[in-house]
């Protein structure tokens, strides 16, 4: 029977001393002293994800004493995958090499991935959301070598960059790294996935908006006629420093217009996966407007990055009270709320994502149906994009 209260061996770490130290970390030093711990994980505080992260690598690397652990996770993260679920790591580690500390951390875990899926707005929309990215350096073979490797605590947004970036490796030496620098060994960054976390908070977003009557439900069977849409063939994001700890960018679109069957704004949050990096060319052939969506024949497209500490209950708030806000423009008729929606949903949102949160990257202003364009930069001038008119055809 399991037992209760089972004392979980962590590692007590300097956070904030230990002298600047390359990335190549020597082999043969002598492990740090662990201490038996009782505590659970603190409550997550989206306004400080610095402290969670680094609270979560420190759990982590305590278990990196245990041989099975390690070669667990060497087998989820390679080359050809770079990111893997902590929860199902350390859920399949207790469930192979079962004894009640691997449980009692599994459980623990999974307490800290539910509040913070609640904090985040996706508790019914994400069954797990805590996980680990591996970044790999440029050079050399894509394997954990654990004398190398090293885990790393993302910073948090601010106005200036961090000083270092704060990693550990496995016997819990600090190590200071250039933020500016790729480091020569891989780095594991533990936290949220992002990557989930933009596909579970748009789902939220817009079933919000359907249920709010700001979107388009779409019945689930084939169209009768054919539907006029506009294909996203080309998109690239300008380059703007994108720092080596970020593991890339989790981008997506925010697709506003006017209802076709009434006076109110239709609205959609629209995925994009594949956008990774700046300064990077990427042909998705992607649908992103299908013109019976909106009236007029036009609508406006706007992009945005994702932050770690998003509220994703808060952006549907906050596109919700754009909508309302277009909507009431003194004397304005129904089509003139086209441009007027775009700029009343980015007054909306909080005052916090400017400084480093969900980033607006751009905005294109009534893109117009069946127009084409190629290389049009948005009115940030942050994005350049391809559209090409194309007719999704009945069966």
């Not at 667990?72 to 902590?86: C, E, F, I, K, V």
């Not at 790294?177 to 817009?206: F, H």
């Not at 069977?221 to 996203?232: F, G, S, T």
Request: overall charge neutral; proline content about 7%; glycine content about 6%.
């Amino acid at each position: 029977m399991m037992l209760k209260n089972i004392i979980i061996v962590t590692l007590i770490l300097c956070l904030y001393g230990g002298k600047l130290a390359s990335a190549q970390v020597p082999d043969g030093a002598p492990a740090p002293a662990v201490q038996l711990s009782l505590e659970p994980f603190h409550r997550i505080d989206l306004g400080n994800l610095e402290s969670f992260r680094r609270e979560l690598t420190l759990r982590c690397l305590g278990q990196l004493q245990d041989a099975d652990f390690r070669n667990l996770l060497a087998s989820r993260l390679g080359p050809d995958q770079t990111r893997a679920s902590l929860n199902q790591v350390v859920d399949d580690w207790a469930e192979l090499f079962p004894t009640p500390g691997h449980r009692q951390f599994a459980a623990r875990l999974r307490e800290l991935d539910r509040d913070l899926r609640e904090r985040m707005g996706i508790d019914r929309t994400a069954r797990s959301i805590l996980g680990l990215q591996v970044v790999w350096p440029a050079t050399g073979p894509q394997r954990l070598d654990w004398n190398r490797t090293l885990f790393a605590v993302r910073p948090q947004h601010r106005g200036t960059g961090p000083a270092f970036v704060e990693a550990y490796d496995r016997r819990g030496r600090m190590v200071k790294l250039d933020p500016r620098t790729p480091p020569a060994v891989p780095v594991i960054l533990a936290g949220s996935d992002r990557r989930e976390a933009v596909r579970a908070g748009l789902e939220t977003v817009n079933r919000g908006l359907r249920q709010a009557g700001f979107a388009a439900d779409h019945r689930a069977d084939a169209p009768a006629r054919p539907i006029e849409c506009a294909k996203l063939t080309a998109i690239r994001l300008a380059e703007d420093q994108e720092s080596w700890w970020e593991g890339g960018v989790e981008t997506y679109a925010l697709v506003s217009g006017i209802d076709p069957a009434a006076d109110k704004p239709n609205i959609k949050l629209v995925n994009l996966p594949y956008l990774r990096h700046e300064a990077t060319d990427y042909f998705p052939d992607q649908v992103i407007l299908f013109w019976s969506d909106y009236r007029f024949s036009a609508a406006n497209l706007q992009f945005w990055d994702h932050g770690d500490a998003t509220d994703y209950k808060e952006i549907l708030d906050a596109v919700l009270k754009g909508a309302a806000a277009a909507m009431t423009a003194a004397g304005a008729p129904v089509y003139a709320w086209i441009p007027v929606l775009a700029d009343a949903i980015l007054q909306s949102m909080p005052a916090s994502w400017w400084k480093g949160e969900d980033t607006w990257l751009d905005t294109f202003y009534a893109l117009e149906k069946g127009q084409a364009c190629q290389d049009r930069l948005g009115a940030g001038r942050t994005v350049r994009i391809s559209l090409v008119p194309w007719t999704l055809q009945p069966q």
